[in-house]
């Protein structure tokens, strides 16, 4: 018979999720986290099969923290916008777990719709929003989120990896003036707002 684990797989995600919050991925080893569990590294590997496994629970368990910062914007009006400042608010604050969830180098090239998949509820959660609150039809609230988005989350990297500061002012209003550009372009019904080139702003 094997041994009853010393320890659950939460107890060790938990741990795990830790040290890459205060430390980074890098710093995440076995010994490392044998040593923040009180324990030998061994615990470790009767529950999970390997390192890349416990990884595999670490995101998973990032990803609902990030989740759950972000729904707290269902309760503010716009949602969208919110959504966007509480994005912001968790790169500032988890920047670490930040990366690890949009800053990793993927083995795969994803296209945007597998990483609207990968958002799950966040990127649901706008859509429904923008539709809602700007009277836009499904494609034309995800064509905006997706714009808008890929503008926040630029917005994030930089805080995130440090390479620059923002106020709280700053930021709403870089995100308040790219979605009210991006809206106005769309309802003029130029809905492919990436081949629109400044001289046909100009015109």
Known sequence: MPPKPK????????????I??????????SRELGAALGSSARPIFTVFKNMDELLT???????????????????????????????????????????LLFMSENTTHMTFDDMFDY??????????AIQHDYGLEWGAA?????HCWIYTYGICALIASKVCRFTDKEVSDMLSREFLSTLALIKSGNSNIYSITPQKLAD
């Open 7 to 18: 320890f659950t797989r939460e107890e060790i995600t938990a741990a795990a999720l830790k």
């Open 20 to 29: 890459v919050s205060e430390k980074g991925l890098e710093a995440l080893t």
């Open 57 to 99: 629970e670490i995101r998973g368990a990032a990803m609902r923290l990030f989740e759950a910062h972000v729904k707290k914007a269902e309760g503010f009006y716009p949602v969208f916008k919110q959504v966007g400042l509480q994005m912001v608010s968790f790169a500032e604050e988890e920047p670490k777990l930040f990366r």
């Open 119 to 128: 958002m799950g509820g966040t990127a649901e959660l706008c859509v429904d």
């Open 142 to 146: 995800r064509l905006l989120f997706r």
